[in-house]
T-cell receptor
Framework: QKEVEQDPGPLSVPEGAIVSLNCTYSNSAFQYFMWYRQYSRKGPELLMYTYSSGNKEDGRFTAQVDKSSKYISLFIRDSQPSDSATYLCAIDPSGAGSYQLTFGKGTKLSVIP | DTEVTQTPKHLVMGMTNKKSLKCEQHMGHRAMYWYKQKAKKPPELMFVYSYEKLSINESVPSRFSPECPNSSLLNLHLHALQPEDSALYLC?????????????FGPGTRLTVT
């Protein structure tokens, strides 16, 4: 079983829709959960991270961790065409704060005007 | 300045060539990374330097040789590459002691091996 699984999509939504992006992970010891956004032909950029469980909100973005089901989610409200990108979830597989991140495959999102 | 710069943006090299990729950051970060990313795949970690010392080498072939001359610079020396090494090579940096999950990525060097 892979450490983190993510549906690669692609996902296409109309402008203004609520987007839900999801990943599952394998080890309950994981503590750090990240979401990166990667535009075409660019490097990834960190959107949000959560430590342990719960929700974290930043503007139109909400990151959620459900440790009981080993499920992490990113919600985008009022999606915009500028949100069109590949979204990568990432975990720290050591569970202890190492330098290594394991990325999901990424979900390609298109927001249609 | 939250920018990581990488040069060159594009590189085409033959299998017998020797070339180097360069990465620079001026955020005072003490951890620097090299990743390899193939099309429609996530980044794969290659090397990590922590305080200018190589701390992680993910069983990368010896035709890739990293170097960290100082805390702001990271190089990746390439020699005798194979066509399957064609990919986007990403450099990233993060704070040394904590915040490793907050990695700042450069735009990458798109490498083609002919």
């Amino acid at each position: 079983q892979k450490e983190v699984e993510q549906d690669p999509g692609p996902l296409s939504v109309p402008e203004g829709a609520i987007v839900s992006l999801n990943c599952t992970y394998s080890n309950s010891a994981f503590q750090y959960f990240m979401w990166y956004r990667q535009y075409s032909r660019k490097g990834p950029e960190l959107l949000m991270y959560t430590y342990s469980s719960g929700n974290k909100e930043d503007g139109r973005f909400t990151a959620q961790v459900d440790k009981s089901s080993k499920y992490i989610s990113l919600f985008i409200r009022d999606s915009q065409p500028s949100d069109s990108a590949t979204y990568l979830c990432a975990i720290d597989p050591s569970g202890a704060g190492s330098y290594q991140l394991t990325f999901g495959k990424g979900t390609k999102l298109s927001v249609i005007p | 300045d939250t920018e990581v710069t990488q040069t060159p943006k594009h590189l085409v090299m033959g299998m017998t060539n020797k070339k180097s990729l360069k990465c620079e950051q001026h955020m005072g970060h003490r951890a620097m990374y090299w990743y390899k990313q193939k099309a429609k795949k996530p980044p794969e970690l290659m090397f990590v330097y922590s305080y200018e010392k190589l701390s992680i080498n993910e069983s990368v072939p010896s035709r890739f040789s990293p170097e960290c001359p100082n805390s702001s610079l990271l190089n990746l020396h390439l020699h005798a590459l194979q066509p399957e090494d064609s990919a986007l090579y990403l450099c990233a940096s993060s704070q040394g002691n904590m915040g490793h999950y907050e990695q700042y990525f450069g735009p990458g060097t798109r490498l083609t091996v002919t």
